[in-house]
């Protein structure tokens, strides 16, 4: 190699080692945010997760004003207004009693009219349930269980939104790496067409050539326009799962190295079998549908309350009491339903098979789940294994060929082409531990843990 060409590709050198030491400098100006605080920030602010939240408020708010009901029930009817009518109230003779001194009561029939004009009535009572406080027992219990369900929903909620943050975050790793590579290969391709362009002016190249280096050129700044954009939507993606502006920008911390400490297969079920949310509200749904039934049946119990009620008129002059008060017991029962309660109770106990079928689903499918993602992250493991031995002979074939360069025994553009090689390299080895993470995150989905 002349001099001279070596004074231009140390030249070259240097300035692509400035352009790429700016566009560090750059990126180091924007916040690191980790997987930690992404997914910190995506449980605090989340809309999903907030939803799920005031669902479970929701269901609480429900309990506590049910439980009321096991508590006096009190109604207070008053009315007042012009009579349009003019009723009357007749007294039979002796219908007040006979007495030897003074003969019936009233002697002759009596009718008291009252006229048309403004009257009115008040009535109250309070009435505390007796016999009716075991099906309210039971009705609590099952809301309870639904509150408790909605807990399961909500955590459930939590461990989709913590997955799908995670995929986002493995994807903005992916997008940039990829990103990454291309800038680092875009030099090469420069060089390459400057190259074909003195050599087509030399006549050592053919015009297909000139025309061959443009054309890679072009679509090599092509597909960096797009890994940008790819970098923009998912970092968008991933501000909105953790609910702030879309428009923040922010630089992703890089991922460690790949966890080799794994479970077995039948430990993974048993840990799925135990803390997956959807499997637990399938089972409170067994339970709440059973009290649901149990309620059902205490139909049949005829509700039986202590209760005083008061009755008043005003101005209806003395044709009826003006003041009736009874405290005792009050009884409302249906002897005779043409078998509505029998049938209804037979409907609560169907909805309970059909919970327990619902649970045997999940179960089945909660181990599909997981033996599904233990596998894919055995697949992503193996591919990662493979892009780290391209990563290692990119770097090596890398390492010769500078030495070759030094000795003067390839051109400058073998050079190029194998720190692109391996650049794209470094970077496929980074989306395929991306991708690894990322089928981590699943299986941990998969049984139910953070």
């Known amino acids: ?23 560090a400098a750059q990126q ?25 939240s005031l669902e479970t408020v929701r269901a609480n708010d429900d309990l506590a004003s049910n439980r009321t009901r096991r508590f006096a029930n009190t109604q207070v009817m008053a009315i007042g207004g012009q009579l349009l009518t003019k009723p009357s109230v007749t007294f039979r003779e002796g219908s007040l009693g006979v007495y030897p001194g003074t003969g019936p009561i009233p002697g ?57 943050v995670r995929r986002a975050y493995y994807t903005v790793v992916q997008a940039q790496s990829a990103l990454d590579s291309l800038e680092a290969s875009l030099p090469f391709y420069k060089e390459s067409e400057r190259l074909a362009g003195e050599n087509f002016r030399r006549e050592t190249v053919l015009e297909s050539d000139v025309l061959g280096a443009d054309a890679q050129l072009m679509k090599t700044e092509n597909a960096v326009s797009e890994a940008a954009d790819q970098v923009a939507n998912a970092s968008e993606k991933l501000n909105d799962l953790m ?113 327990k079928v619902a649970v045997t689903q999940t179960e089945r499918s909660v181990v599909l789940q997981v033996r599904t993602a233990l596998r894919q992250l055995e697949n992503t493991r193996r591919q990662l294994a493979l892009t780290e031995a391209t990563e290692r002979a990119s770097r090596q074939r890398l390492k010769e060929v500078q030495e070759q360069v030094k000795q003067e025994a390839v051109l400058t553009k073998v050079l190029f082409s194998a720190q692109s090689d391996l650049a794209s390299a470094d970077s496929r080895e980074e989306q395929a531990l991306a991708a690894f993470w990322q089928a981590r995150a699943d299986l941990k989905k998969a049984i139910g843990e953070q």
């Open 1 to 23: 190699m002349s001099n001279r060409t070596q004074m231009k590709f140390i030249n070259f050198v240097l300035v692509i080692s400035a352009t790429v030491a700016t566009g």
């Open 108 to 164: 002759t029939d009596k009718t008291i009219d009252v006229p048309r004009k403004p009257a009115g009535l008040v009535s109250a009572s309070i009435a505390q349930p007796l016999s009716q406080q075991y099906r309210i027992h039971l009705q609590l219990k099952a809301l309870g269980l639904g509150v408790e369900a909605t807990r399961q929903d909500k955590e459930k909620t939590r461990l989709e939104v913590i997955d799908e």
């Open 28 to 52: 180091s100006d924007l916040p690191e945010l980790t997987l930690d605080e992404a997914i910190q920030q995506a449980v605090a602010n989340n809309s999903s997760l907030k939803t799920a």
């Open 243 to 355: 609910g702030r502006d879309v428009h923040v920008q922010f630089r992703v911390k890089a991922i460690a190295n790949v966890d080799d400490e794994l479970d077995t297969p039948a430990q993974l079920e048993a840990i799925a079998l135990r803390n997956r949310p959807d499997l637990k509200k399938a089972k409170l749904q067994v339970q709440q549908a059973d009290y649901d039934a149990r309620a059902k049946k205490a139909e049949y119990i005829p509700d039986v309350s202590l209760a005083f009620t008061y009755f008043s008129t005003a101005n209806l002059q003395n044709a009826l009491p003006s003041n009736i008060a009874v405290a005792g017991f009050q009884m409302t029962w249906e002897p005779w339903d043409w078998g509505r309660k029998r049938q209804e109770y037979a409907e609560k106990r169907v909805k309970e098979e059909q919970a």
